[in-house]
């Protein structure tokens, strides 16, 4: 593996386990359209990150790997995303509203 393919994979690591770490955080956060639409955000730009990663591998187990774990992130920013419109729809606002689901 070369030196500059390596830093690549390594920075694309660093913006996944970052990714990871908010959702973490921000699931501790009363539910409402804020905490759902920011969950759907992140998803997304995890997709993203992997789309990267998948452009830098080089081996075929590796492409199916990260194509499946970019189609998990794209499948969870999708739910996010529909549960912040029913949030919306129901009326759940946002935390800082002082209003929780």
């Known amino acids: 593996m070369g030196k500059v393919y390596t830093v690549v994979l390594e920075k694309l690591d660093e913006k996944l386990d ?3 770490r908010e ?6 956060r009363p539910a409402g359209v ?3 639409t920011r969950m759907a ?4 730009a995890e997709a993203a ?3 990267s990663v998948y452009e830098h591998c080089r081996t075929r187990i590796y492409w199916r790997a990260v194509l499946g774990a970019r189609e998990y992130a794209i499948a969870a920013a999708t739910t996010w995303r529909r549960r912040a419109a029913n949030d919306e729809a129901w009326g759940l606002g946002n935390a800082e509203q002082g209003v929780a689901a």
């Open 34 to 36: 804020e905490r759902s």
């Open 23 to 28: 959702r973490e955080q921000l699931v501790r």
């Open 49 to 51: 990150a992997w789309s």
């Open 41 to 44: 955000e992140l998803f997304e």
């Open 18 to 20: 970052e990714l990871r």
